[in-house]
T-cell receptor, first 111, second 116 residues
Framework: GQNIDQPTEMTATEGAIVQINCTYQ??????LFWYQQHAGEAPTFLSY????GLEEKGRFSSFLSRSKGYSYLLLKELQMKDSASYLC????????????FGKGTSLLVTP | SAVISQKPSRDICQRGTSLTIQCQVD?????MFWYRQQPGQSLTLIAT?????????ESGFVIDKFPISRPNLTFSTLTVSNMSPEDSSIYLC?????????????FGPGTRLTVL
């Protein structure tokens, strides 16, 4: 089984930077994913890490430390439209490559 | 990437009835996944559907309640049987891109089910 933990809620100001953390425990780690989900919509892919280090993609970056079972999603220059739920998901080869999701972090961006 | 469509997009059903949800992908994929997202919750994997074999169900989900078909490499159905209000959820179909090992997993738009 897997334990995937992330904060339930976060609030940040427009234009600021926010870091959303995710910790996990898994036996057959094969990648960590971050998804964004707006209310009433399907999740959309943001980033994928399988090796240690930082992956940067525009305003969004994701970091992975496999030895620590830790990842974070960094959002820069926050915009109001970034208000959404951010889902951390781990792929486990022991689960047939399906993704197992954390409970999600609801981010509110305020003016 | 993969483009995934689902039918219906939403439905309101009576207790005790069944609903079949269809998932269509624009390319051939080996593995398809069905997830459930209950109100205010994250995604929970129901089952993995591979073409030509029986679906593999996760703990807490059984074939009698959630029968799955996978007749070809671009299509799958999930049936929610003998529904109760607790089955009210968003049901999402998901596939990998071209390479299941290195590629990401994409989601359909979801089917929002309300059971009265």
């Amino acid at each position: 089984g897997q334990n995937i933990d992330q904060p339930t809620e976060m609030t940040a100001t427009e234009g600021a930077i926010v870091q959303i953390n995710c910790t996990y425990q898994t036996s057959g780690f094969n990648g960590l994913f971050w998804y964004q989900q707006h209310a009433g919509e399907a999740p959309t892919f943001l980033s994928y890490n399988v090796l240690d280090g930082l992956e940067e993609k525009g305003r969004f970056s994701s970091f992975l430390s496999r030895s620590k079972g830790y990842s974070y999603l960094l959002l820069k220059e926050l915009q109001m439209k970034d208000s959404a739920s951010y889902l951390c998901a781990v792929r486990d080869t022991n689960s047939g490559y399906a993704l197992n999701f954390g409970k999600g972090t609801s981010l509110l961006v305020t003016p | 990437s993969a483009v995934i469509s689902q039918k219906p997009s939403r439905d309101i059903c009576q207790r005790g009835t069944s609903l079949t949800i269809q998932c269509q992908v624009d390319s051939q994929v080996t593995m398809m996944f069905w997830y459930r997202q209950q109100p205010g919750q994250s995604l929970t994997l129901i089952a993995t559907a591979n073409q030509g074999s029986e679906a593999t169900y996760e703990s807490g989900f059984v074939i009698d309640k959630f029968p799955i078909s996978r007749p070809n490499l671009t299509f799958s159905t999930l049936t929610v049987s003998n529904m109760s209000p607790e089955d009210s959820s968003i049901y999402l179909c998901s596939v990998f891109g071209q390479d299941r090992v290195t590629d990401t997993q994409y989601f359909g738009p979801g089917t929002r089910l309300t059971v009265l």
